[in-house]
Nanobody
Framework: QVQLVESGGGLVQAGGSLRLSCAASGRPVSTIAMAWFRQAPGKEREFVAAIRESNGATRYADSVRGRFTISRDNTKNTVYLQMSSLKLEDTATYYC??????????????????WGQGTQVTVSS
């Protein structure tokens, strides 16, 4: 049973940077497909980034490509989301998610079985 705990959220000014962490337990992160989603008030949960278990290949939403980087540290069993050039519209609760294996439908939240509790990111002007 995989369990996920996010951390690293907070208040940051527009243009700033923040790094989110997702610590996993129960299984090595190198053996599970993992992703970050976010949800703003009144909006649906949306895909942000994903990392494939087999080769560490990454995928990004168009809205964050070039600004965000997903990575993992196998020794710490943790997945990160480095966020740079933050915009007001990046304000949301960010969730870490996991599934046993990669899927072509990696952007769909319903395809992930395990979720963390979320961490709030607020970008101010």
């Amino acid at each position: 049973q995989v369990q996920l705990v996010e951390s690293g959220g907070g208040l940051v000014q527009a243009g700033g940077s923040l790094r989110l962490s997702c610590a996993a337990s129960g299984r090595p992160v190198s053996t599970i497909a993992m992703a970050w989603f976010r949800q703003a008030p009144g909006k649906e949960r949306e895909f942000v980034a994903a990392i494939r278990e087999s080769n560490g290949a990454t995928r990004y939403a168009d809205s964050v490509r070039g600004r965000f980087t997903i990575s993992r540290d196998n020794t710490k069993n943790t997945v990160y989301l480095q966020m740079s050039s933050l915009k007001l519209e990046d304000t949301a609760t960010y969730y870490c998610a996991a599934r046993s294996y990669w899927t072509v439908a990696y952007t769909m939240a319903q395809n992930y079985a395990t979720w963390g509790q979320g961490t709030q990111v607020t970008v101010s002007s």
